[in-house]
């Protein structure tokens, strides 16, 4: 089973992952979703919300913009990162499945600027 997070504002993939209003998770096995469940972001913190995802056991998380610390950890965690997404949360989801979604590499650099990195 493969657990995949989307940072979501209003079903759609936020531009900055911190910053969404909550984490959609998706749990599926063999390209095809078996539960979605939605879980309000409980707070932006520095190194708080990628070691939260990874014990929820979280294997891949998708967001439009992220800075890069909390890339480096969930690298650590060997959790696959896919920024740059946009569009519908299911919509990325399905194409991630398929195979079709790679992350651009849109890191955020200024936290105070938070929709630079849309």
């Known amino acids: 089973m493969l657990k995949v997070a989307v940072a979501s ?31 309000p ?32 950890i969930f690298n650590g965690h060997n959790i696959e990162v896919i920024i740059g997404a946009k569009g519908s949360i299911d919509e990325a989801v399905k194409e991630y499945l398929a195979g079709n979604l790679a992350s651009t590499g849109s890191i955020c650099h ?3 600027h938070h929709d630079e990195c849309e």
Do not use: Q
Not at 14 to 38: A, I
Not at 41 to 63: A, K
């Open 9 to 39: 504002e209003k079903k759609n993939v936020c531009g900055h992952f911190g910053h969404c209003e909550s984490f959609e998770v998706f749990e599926t096995e063999n390209g095809k979703v078996l539960k979605h469940d939605s879980m």
């Open 110 to 112: 200024e936290h105070v």
């Open 41 to 72: 972001n409980p707070g932006h913190r520095p190194g708080f919300l990628p070691n939260f995802l990874n014990e929820m056991g979280v294997n891949t998380i998708i967001s439009g913009g992220m800075g890069g610390g909390a890339v480096e």
